[in-house]
């Protein structure tokens, strides 16, 4: 059962990436990266009770976190071309 | 009992694993970048609930069950934050949702419409 969700998954990811190389505009790969970072998470759950060792759960908490950041950290950057902008200091 | 537990969280597994495929396929064959984003977030909620409630059934009460919930409701959390940053990012950057009227524009006879040549690159 498990390994039929991590086959899934995978697939899910081959296709997530065909929209990363194809992606005509930056968004859809920004929105291609993100589904990558969410169907990785769902991958390290999965393997974690696929192997039956749980542990693989934390390094799933810390890539949901590092989804997040990464993402609005790309989109700030191609909005404004700088991760430090501020919008009152320019305004 | 045991079989009953087993059998639940093998439908919600394969259930999840439907969706998520779904939705990624969604994300392949969605003609614009606002219609690839709802077709993403099915794979978000749906595919990543499910899949969870199968491994938290799977768990039992533990703290293995407590980690699922917090990274399922992390996720719940951060699915609309990304969607609402990168949609407005979009917004701001001129891409406008294809509507039914373009569509239709794009089907009359070549000339008729001056900018309807760009979008056509957008599939």
């Known amino acids: 059962m498990f390994a039929i969700a991590a086959i899934a998954i995978l697939v899910s990811l081959s296709l997530a990436l065909v929209r990363a190389v194809k992606g005509p505009t930056v968004f859809d790969r920004v929105l291609a990266g993100n589904s990558i970072g969410t169907l990785a998470l769902l991958l390290l759950a999965t393997v974690g009770f696929l192997t039956g060792r749980p542990e693989w759960l934390d390094v799933a908490i810390t890539y949901g976190v590092l989804n997040l950041i990464g993402t609005i950290a790309i989109l700030k950057f191609f909005r404004h071309g700088d991760l430090a902008y501020n919008a009152e200091d320019k305004s | ?123």
Not at chain 2, 6 to 26: E, N, P
Not at chain 2, 80 to 87: E, F, N, T
Not at chain 2, 105 to 111: D, F, I, T, V
């Open chain 2, 1 to 123: 009992m045991e079989l009953l537990v087993d059998l639940l969280s093998g439908a919600l597994i394969l259930a999840g694993s439907f969706f998520i495929c779904v939705g990624m396929v969604g994300v392949v064959r969605m003609p614009d970048l606002f219609t690839r984003m709802h077709a993403a977030s099915v794979t978000d909620t749906l595919g990543a609930g499910l899949l969870f409630s199968g491994f938290m059934l799977q768990a039992g009460f533990s703290l293995i069950t407590l980690k699922l919930i917090f990274i399922l409701g992390f996720l719940f959390f951060t699915g609309p934050v990304i969607s609402h940053a990168l949609s407005q990012a979009a917004h701001l950057a001129g891409i406008r949702p294809q509507l039914a009227e373009d569509r239709s524009k794009r089907l009359e006879p070549a000339g008729t419409e001056a900018g309807s040549g760009d979008r056509r690159g957008a599939d």
